[in-house]
T-cell receptor
């Protein structure tokens, strides 16, 4: 069965420091992986995706994520956090061999960047 | 281009009442998805339309939920009768790409509270 785990409910980081939001997944095939962000009172916004190719993918707002097949992880990273990055982050996976087109989401990680 | 529009943004109803949520996808997006997030938990798939047809409704919790997409444009999700456990945020998303490689564009969600 497909699943996504975001082990941290909340991550606190000081402004200017690097941040990491963790995501691990379980699928039977080669996954499509996504990160979305939700700001207060807003919808989910697409940040970045991994479909195939280079394991390091770059996305919006200076975020990047590294696909690690052996560790089944897709951690979200940013070299220098901004207070405006504070939001709720969701990791999602789709198994293209599953026969369905739905995404499986994690429970979300609240990122708090402290000034 | 206009984004995915959902309304109402909030709805508070009593147990046993009926509520209808509406989603207007991005024009030209054949694929429309409904997801739900119950407080603090993962975002769960409800169903997927391709134009007016239900491609996958495996996530619909029970027969109190009815989704329609007449004419392949906007979609409605009706809950009748509502129960307390139906409370949560209902997200709609649309995509040009039925294979899910491009990611979705999400609406801002409808926060449903059943009291």
């Amino acid at each position: 069965a497909q699943s996504v785990a975001q082990p941290e409910d909340q991550v606190n980081v000081a402004e200017g420091n690097p941040l990491t939001v963790k995501c691990t997944y379980s699928v039977s095939g080669n996954p499509y992986l996504f990160w979305y962000v939700q700001y207060p009172n807003r919808g989910l916004q697409f940040l970045l995706k991994y479909i195939t190719g280079d394991n390091l993918v770059k996305g919006s707002y200076g975020f990047e994520a590294e696909f690690n097949k052996s560790q089944t992880s897709f951690h979200l990273k940013k070299p220098s956090a901004l207070v405006s990055d504070s939001a709720l982050y969701f990791c999602a996976v789709r198994d293209p061999t599953s026969g369905t087109y739905k995404y499986i989401f994690g429970t979300g990680t609240r990122l708090k960047v402290l000034a | 281009e206009a984004g995915v529009t959902q309304f109402p943004s909030h709805s508070v109803i009593e147990k046993g009442q009926t509520v209808t949520l509406r989603c207007d996808p991005i024009s030209g997006h054949d694929n429309l998805y409904w997801y739900r997030r119950v407080m603090g938990k993962e975002i769960k798939f409800l169903l997927h339309f391709v134009k007016e047809s239900k491609q996958d409704e495996s996530g619909m919790p029970n027969n109190r939920f009815l989704a329609e997409r007449t004419g392949g444009t906007y979609s409605t999700l009706k809950v009748q009768p509502a129960e307390l456990e139906d409370s949560g945020v209902y997200f709609c998303a649309s995509s040009q790409d039925y294979r899910g490689r491009l990611g979705y564009t999400f609406g801002s969600g409808t926060r449903l509270t059943v009291v």
